[in-house]
T-cell receptor, first 115, second 113 residues
Framework: GAGVSQSPRYKVAKRGQDVALRCDPI?????LFWYQQALGQGPEFLTY????????KSGLPSDRFFAERPEGSVSTLKIQRTQQEDSAVYLC?????????????FGPGTRLTVL | KQEVTQIPAALSVPEGENLVLNCSFT??????LQWFRQDPGKGLTSLLL?????REQTSGRLNASLDKSSGRSTLYIAASQPGDSATYLC????????????FGKGTRLHILP
């Protein structure tokens, strides 16, 4: 596709439910990033993939958060036993180059609301 | 630890005016700085990226400057239009192996018709 796509665009979950958020990066992009953006805040780094390898997951807030990119393309961010503080917009970005320092292209985000 | 601050948090100006958005960062050892636009319910659109060796970048009515030594960047918007209304985010990249992009909280801009 022409850009990064994410699905679903909106997700409402009851506290305690598991959710899975999908990211389709720009075709051929080796690097993929997940960010969490709380209301009124800037995005904060969660995790980084280079192809299928998760090279940095230092931003994941707890062990309830899990991300994967098994074939080096599509990525899924899974949140287990959701809590109200998980409510945020989850942004995915991709880059054509390896590493954290290069220009990233962002998707529209998934807005997660935990009731 | 790098911190990025954007002032003001919100700004309303009449259509047609020129305006400046400010971004400051605490660690001057950066690799690049990027300005993004975010519309409500949307993702981020990259506007301008300035490498650490550059002083400014221009795209249409937008001009971004970078003063690494003082830890500041400005985004200048000329002849503002209602369509410019959005949140503008500044993001700094340290460039070291483990550095992540650090975002400011953004400036919410409203152009009054």
């Amino acid at each position: 596709g022409a850009g990064v796509s994410q699905s679903p665009r909106y997700k409402v979950a009851k506290r305690g439910q598991d959710v899975a958020l999908r990211c389709d990066p720009i075709s051929g992009h080796v690097s993929l990033f997940w960010y969490q953006q709380a209301l009124g805040q800037g995005p904060e780094f969660l995790t980084y993939f280079q192809n299928e390898a998760q090279l940095d997951k230092s931003g994941l807030p707890s062990d309830r958060f899990f991300a994967e990119r098994p074939e080096g393309s599509v990525s899924t961010l899974k949140i287990q036993r959701t809590q109200q503080e998980d409510s945020a917009v989850y942004l995915c970005a991709s880059s054509s180059r390896e590493g954290l320092s290069n220009e990233q292209f962002f998707g529209p985000g998934t807005r997660l609301t935990v009731l | 630890k790098q911190e990025v601050t954007q002032i003001p948090a919100a700004l309303s100006v009449p259509e047609g005016e020129n305006l400046v958005l400010n971004c400051s960062f605490t660690d001057s050892a950066i690799y690049n700085l990027q300005w993004f636009r975010q519309d409500p319910g949307k993702g981020l659109t990259s506007l301008l990226l300035i490498q650490s060796s550059q002083r400014e970048q221009t795209s249409g009515r937008l001009n971004a400057s970078l003063d690494k030594s003082s830890g500041r960047s400005t985004l200048y918007i000329a002849a503002s239009q209602p369509g410019d209304s959005a949140t503008y985010l500044c993001a700094v990249n340290g460039g070291r192996r483990d550095d992540k992009i650090i975002f400011g909280k953004g400036t919410r801009l409203h152009i009054l018709p």
